[in-house]
């Protein structure tokens, strides 16, 4: 089970800190990632990292979130700077090991002044 958190408003500039429990599942085992589906487009990559730690960030995001686990918590967290209203989106986590995949159930960060 995957449990997503720490979404809500803030003001362009502002900073949010989602995080995602891992529960069922070897942790240490999990590629693990964020991904985020604006209203009308497509779900979309935003940072993913691997069990031995490869990290990969769309470019919209480099220099502005960082993605982190923390073996302590069995999770995976997403800190947001600098946020824009672009970023406005439904926020999702997603685990893969092997060929499965397993997907929690979002949480809205909205943007906005």
């Known amino acids: 089970q995957l449990q997503a958190s720490g979404g809500g408003l803030v003001q362009p500039g502002g900073s949010l800190r989602l995080s995602c429990a891992v529960s069922?599942?070897?942790?240490?085992?999990?590629?693990m990632g964020w991904y985020r589906q604006a209203p009308g487009k497509e779900r979309e990559l935003v940072a993913r990292?691997?069990?031995?730690?490869?990290?990969n960030y769309a470019d919209s995001v480099k220099g502005r979130f960082t993605i982190s686990r923390d073996i302590t918590r069995n999770a995976v967290d997403l800190q947001m700077n600098s946020l824009k209203p672009e970023d406005t989106a439904v926020y999702y986590c997603?685990?893969?090991?092997?060929?499965?995949?397993?997907w929690g159930q979002g949480t809205l960060v909205t943007v906005s002044s």
């Open positions: 069922g599942f070897t942790f240490s085992s999990l590629d």
């Open positions: 990292m691997s069990k031995v730690g490869v990290i």
């Open positions: 997603k685990a893969e090991w092997g060929p499965r995949t397993a």
